[in-house]
């Protein structure tokens, strides 16, 4: 047997200015043929487990690449067709299945529906080919997806802590279907609701609940169980929450299942709404609660979290601690190429005044970019390389680019010359600097960061700052989105395209 294991991976803001072309990739990790099943193997991530079941399988395995970028605007032409054509050379030299790890939520130049295409290109190809699809909890699901693969999952935990189980268990689908012990039959839908993320914690409600309800069904028979909670900073018709159903040949409870899911996400869309706090309040709050914490305060500088696709540069939240006084402050991170430069240049120990920050225009949300002025001493020097030992991207090699800490005494400023969301605490330790002994955490996340921080926080509040990952809804202006959706629209009830689509794949 031969495997096609292979990943392509990007969540597309496309609000965002920040650019995806090939650059982006390589920056991240992008990897082609035997290099690209040398830098997963091992790690946490959906595709070391497929290649982990091909092992025990005895099988085959061509890797034709593994690529991901951090979130951003839109993928070049150029990088799409680099990751898309190397998975399509692949399977024109033959397979006997696929198995791949994506987003869902990839918009190109090309294509608002990254995925959907390149599935709909493999199936042309190759009509009968089986393929088992891993997507992030945040992919917006759409129907030239479903139909063009076999067995599609996604992840049950935001932060994305159960790659590795999600791959293992499509996988297994997948490879059971081969051998005929299972007939796979999938049902998806989804309703008119555009989810916010900052609403999609799976340790909080309303999506808590939700994943009950789908491991449940799984417990209760079905092969798979997935509620997207959807990307919403994406401008394109298939954005906002989903579900969908694997089903051993019974295509009416697929159907049933996820009617239920989508039925009980409507009926608390109000939960899914951020409810916003003007800024000096957030952070007056924070600096109350560090009077009795025994921990660290984290503040949420969500508005731009480069993980959404925010460019990493807004000054907004950092301005305002430093306004009020804030101290024992650790950040992470500032994306400024230009400030670690002048760093290095100045050396370790030496003193700076920098204009830092606020390199990026944002046309999407009417700002310009705004720096900081702060002077402080060159703390530390790095090339920004390090592996993650958290729970989230577990063994995945993480480069910062050329790093520094900028210490104004009060506040340490972790400066980066390339995007990373802080999910991990080496985003700290890595430069020198212990987050468990700071009182104040300021960093540029939504939720990932629970992978990493949640256990060591004492208190945690959200700072609305901000950038083009915003919360604020009036901020951003859609035009391909489908409509009507809530809360961009006030319904009451779900329309007529909002019900669940079944599909069977029977495997030759």
């Not at 898309?84 to 791949?100: F, R």
């Not at 493999?122 to 992030?136: E, F, K, N, S």
Request: a negative charge; hydrophobic letters at 45%.
């Amino acid at each position: 047997m031969r495997l096609l294991i292979a990943m392509m991976k990007h969540e597309t803001n496309t609000f965002s200015p920040v650019r995806t072309d090939w650059q982006r990739f390589l920056d991240w990790g992008a990897y082609f043929g035997a290099e690209a099943r040398r830098a997963y193997e091992g790690t946490g991530m959906p595709m070391a487990a497929y290649l982990d079941l091909a092992r025990a399988a005895g099988a085959e395995v061509v890797t034709p690449v593994a690529a991901e970028a951090m979130p951003s605007g839109p993928v070049t032409a150029d990088a799409y067709e680099r990751m898309s054509g190397a998975i399509l050379e692949a399977v024109a030299e033959g397979c006997d299945a696929a198995m791949l790890d994506l987003h869902g939520a990839m918009v190109a130049e090309t294509t608002e529906d990254g995925e959907g295409t390149l599935l709909e290109r493999i199936r042309a190809a190759a009509p009968g080919l089986p393929i088992a699809v891993t997507c992030d909890l945040h992919a917006n699901l759409s129907d030239k997806m479903v139909a063009n693969c076999t067995a599609l999952i996604g992840y049950k935990t935001y932060p994305h802590t159960d790659m590795y189980a999600v791959g293992k268990q499509v996988g297994t689908i997948l490879l059971r279907a081969l051998d005929g012990a299972v007939q796979p039959v999938m049902a998806w839908g989804r309703r008119p609701l555009l989810a916010q993320t900052l609403r999609m914690g799976t340790d909080d409600e309303p999506m808590k609940s939700l994943i009950a309800m789908a491991r449940a069904a799984e417990a209760n028979g079905l092969l798979a169980a997935t509620v997207f909670g959807g990307f919403p900073l994406a401008d394109t018709p298939a954005a906002g929450l989903s579900a969908i159903c694997i089903a051993d040949g019974d295509v009416a409870a697929a159907r049933r299942a996820t009617e239920a899911l989508l039925d009980a996400a409507w009926t608390r869309r109000g939960d899914f709404l951020y409810r916003h706090e003007p800024l000096a309040e957030a952070v007056a709050r924070a600096k109350a609660a560090a009077q009795e914490a025994k921990g660290p305060v984290l503040l949420l500088d969500h508005a731009d979290n480069v993980g959404s696709g925010g460019t990493e540069d807004v000054m907004t939240v950092l301005g305002e601690v430093i306004r009020q006084g804030l101290e024992d402050v650790a950040v992470a991170a500032i994306c400024d190429p230009e400030a670690v430069a002048a760093m290095a240049k100045a050396g370790v120990g030496a003193t700076v005044t920098l204009r830092l920050g606020g390199r990026t225009d944002m046309p999407a949300i009417g700002r310009r970019g705004e720096p900081l002025e702060i002077t402080g001493k060159v703390r530390t020097l790095s090339d920004g390389e390090w592996v993650v030992r958290g729970p989230m991207y577990t063994g995945v090699r993480v480069s910062m680019g050329p790093s520094a800490v900028l210490d104004t005494g009060a506040v340490q400023i972790v400066v980066v010359s390339r995007h990373h969301e802080p999910w991990d605490q080496g985003v700290f330790t890595s430069l020198g600097i212990d987050p468990k002994a700071k009182r104040f955490l300021l960093l540029k996340s939504r939720i990932h960061y629970r992978a990493g921080f949640a256990p060591i926080a004492a208190a945690t509040i959200t700072c609305d700052g901000e950038g083009v990952t915003t919360s604020d809804n009036d901020r951003l202006r859609f035009t391909r989105l489908r409509r009507p959706i809530y809360p961009l629209d006030r319904l009451n009830a779900p329309p007529e395209d909002g019900g669940v689509r079944s599909r069977a794949d029977r495997l030759r």
